[in-house]
T-cell receptor
Framework: GENVEQHPSTLSVQEGDSAVIKCTYS??????FPWYKQELGKRPQLIID?????GEKKDQRIAVTLNKTAKHFSLHITETQPEDSAVYFC??????????????FGTGTLLAVQP | EAGVAQSPRYKIIEKRQSVAFWCNPI?????LYWYQQILGQGPKLLIQ????????DSQLPKDRFSAERLKGVDSTLKIQPAKLEDSAVYLC?????????????FGPGTRLTVT
């Protein structure tokens, strides 16, 4: 079945530095890749997503890149702030089992931004 | 708009007992999902409903888990009997359609502890 790998599992950066989280997926038919931010004890919230017909998307300090040939996508956060500290999950849409919107999540990256 | 509502927020039970979780999706959302999130892992889809029909339940342990979405609005997820490994956060999510790139909105989750 579909698998999504995410690295690193933990990431510590100094405030103001950049952070990069990388994911790879196995289902070549996947065409939608959202990123979720989950603060401790709270619900996952969508922060950015990218579709397969786009190579890069940016929203203020957050950007996502997609390489369909290599089947990997990355989240880039610039000028990190302490409030960026959270667990970040990548996901890929899979159509395994006939589901039309089945998201397969990565294992998460705990980002700690040190003031 | 009001978000996805879930109850209870926390539940502690002993193994072999039964438990039920309730979810009220965002008004008008046709698609409803139940995810299991074990500590330190990403959410794993258990079941997906489109209105009141099941789209995907391939990862639902059907010998002990059941879910229903009568009338295509609220949903309940039941575990009977519970095992220690069922300890997790159970997240409900909804989307306006089951379409490929439709954002999923998550509820706050129910944290289940099985002792």
């Amino acid at each position: 079945g579909e698998n999504v790998e995410q690295h690193p599992s933990t990431l510590s950066v100094q405030e103001g530095d950049s952070a990069v989280i990388k994911c790879t997926y196995s289902d070549s038919a996947s065409n939608y890749f959202p990123w979720y931010k989950q603060e401790l004890g709270k619900r996952p919230q969508l922060i950015i997503d990218i579709r397969s017909n786009v190579g890069e998307k940016k929203d203020q300090r957050i950007a996502v890149t997609l390489n369909k040939t290599a089947k990997h996508f990355s989240l880039h956060i610039t000028e990190t702030q302490p409030e960026d500290s959270a667990v970040y999950f990548c996901a890929a849409k899979s159509q395994y089992g006939g589901a039309t919107n089945k998201l397969i999540f990565g294992t998460g990256t705990l980002l700690a931004v040190q003031p | 708009e009001a978000g996805v509502a879930q109850s209870p927020r926390y539940k502690i039970i002993e193994k072999r007992q039964s438990v039920a979780f309730w979810c009220n999706p965002i008004s008008g959302h046709a698609t409803l999902y139940w995810y299991q999130q074990i500590l330190g892992q990403g959410p794993k889809l258990l079941i997906q409903f489109q209105n009141n029909g099941v789209v995907d339940d391939s990862q639902l342990p059907k010998d002990r888990f059941s879910a229903e979405r009568l009338k295509g609005v609220d949903s309940t997820l039941k575990i009977q009997p519970a095992k220690l490994e069922d300890s997790a956060v159970y997240l409900c999510a909804s989307s306006s359609t089951g379409g490929a790139e439709t954002e999923q909105y998550f509820g706050p989750g129910t944290r289940l502890t099985v002792t």
